[in-house]
């Protein structure tokens, strides 16, 4: 529909209608330039990246509130646009995300339980994007290095599994 078919009905005025299709269009346009800063999302086309873009619901999580717990069901994927989170599995700290990392793919792609608990270590805004969409995208090249990023998560590696070869620096001032 047109501005002024819709201004026309008396619920907006034109002008206004007009800051608000403005104010979205730059928020579609800096989500997207963000989306092309994350490695992930580097090799989608423009309308691909456009279709992540306005898929992505801003979710903000107070510092000491779980973003989602081992074990359940998962249905959405997430991108830290601000803040700090903690990966913990089975009590023990894994590792902490920050801006620009991304988690839950995990579940989505394996069609599993959540494998670890995500808490927000400090206030944080997340991007979450819906199973639909993450399937719908996540294709080719991108799904194919998900799917390695998980295998070497899962990865197990002990000082015992290395094989001392020699040295290669001693370090110095």
């Known amino acids: 529909k047109s501005i002024d078919g819709i201004a026309k009905l008396g619920v907006w005025r034109t002008a206004d209608?007009?800051?608000?299709?403005?104010?979205?269009?730059?928020?579609?346009?800096?989500?997207?330039?963000?989306?092309?800063?994350?490695?992930?999302?580097?090799?989608?086309?423009?309308?691909?990246?456009?279709?992540?873009?306005?898929a992505m619901v801003v979710e903000h999580v107070h510092a000491g509130t779980p973003v989602f717990t081992q074990g359940v069901i998962g249905s959405d994927f997430y991108i830290i646009r601000r803040g700090l989170v903690s990966v913990t599995l089975d009590g023990r700290s894994i590792r902490t995300l920050g801006l620009g990392d991304y988690f839950g793919e995990r579940a989505l792609l394996s069609r599993e339980p959540r494998s670890a608990t995500i808490t927000a270590v400090e206030d944080s805004e997340l991007w979450k994007m819906g199973n639909e969409t993450f399937v719908e995208i996540m294709q080719g090249p991108i799904l194919q290095y998900l799917t390695n990023r998980i295998a070497l998560q899962d990865t197990k590696i002990s000082m015992e599994d290395l094989l001392f070869m020699r040295v290669i620096g001693r370090g110095g001032w």
Request: aromatic share 6%; proline share 3%.
């Open 17 to 54: 209608l007009r800051d608000i299709l403005l104010h979205d269009s730059m928020e579609m346009e800096d989500k997207m330039r963000v989306l092309q800063g994350i490695f992930l999302f580097r090799t989608l086309a423009r309308p691909q990246l456009k279709r992540v873009a306005s």
